[in-house]
């Protein structure tokens, strides 16, 4: 089985500021970690994954993501926040092994001018 | 670019009515996936599709069905809308391969069933 958490459904941080925004997920096998990023009344856009190799994961818009295994997460991370990167975030998971991804519940993401 | 393209953005239907949902992608892809996204609950498999005629049950397929006769074509059907079917919902399609691939999603059609 595979699962995902999103502790916070909301962070708020202001412009100019570093974001984070927390994951953990739960796997019987090898992880393969995503996130994404969907604004209002649109489909989700592809960020970022984590499959193999450097923990440290860079992906679109100046986002990045930290792996971490002993603490099974997975962080969203942009070390200076845009009012444009206002928006709610998924993180997801797949079991090695597995067709389909799951998704977490999504953290809305406002950040502050 | 791959393009996946939802038929409807949003429509209005009432209870007991029959509701097709269609799904048109253009990159070959063989994977497509039906989800519902509800707030507070994240996005939800309701069937996938890894090929022509192929078909699986997600998380919740309960008052669902899809039909997948050419590959670029992935339907969603709701047999007899009920107010609890009233959600986003987004198709999907990413390739076969590996499965280490992204998703690759349409722009959501928005359904309400009154």
């Known amino acids: 089985a595979q699962s995902v958490a999103q502790p916070e459904d909301q962070v708020n941080v202001a412009e100019g500021n570093p974001l984070t925004v927390k994951c953990t997920y739960s796997v019987s096998g090898n992880p393969y970690l995503f996130w994404y990023v969907q604004y209002p009344n649109r489909g989700l856009q592809f960020l970022l994954k984590?499959?193999?190799?450097?923990?440290l994961v860079k992906g679109s818009y100046g986002f990045e993501a930290e792996f971490n295994k002993s603490q099974t997460s997975f962080h969203l991370k942009k070390p200076s926040a845009l009012v444009s990167d206002s928006a709610l975030y998924f993180c997801a998971v797949r079991d090695g092994s597995a067709r389909q991804l799951t998704f977490g519940s999504g953290t809305q993401l406002t950040v502050l001018p | 670019d791959v393009k996946v393209t939802q038929s409807s953005r949003y429509l209005v239907k009432r209870t007991g009515e029959k509701v097709f949902l269609e799904c048109v992608q253009d990159?070959?892809?063989?994977?497509m996936f039906w989800y519902r996204q509800d707030p507070g609950l994240g996005l939800r498999l309701i069937y996938f599709s890894y090929d022509v005629k192929m078909k699986e049950k997600g998380d919740i397929p309960e008052g669902y069905s899809v039909s997948r006769e050419k590959k670029e074509r992935f339907s969603l059907i709701l047999e007899s809308a009920s107010t609890n079917q009233t959600s986003m919902y987004l198709c999907a399609t990413t390739w076969a391969t590996t499965n280490t691939g992204e998703l690759f999603f349409g722009e959501g059609s928005r359904l309400t069933v009154l």
């Open positions: 990159m070959d892809h063989e994977n």
């Open positions: 984590y499959i193999t190799g450097d923990n």
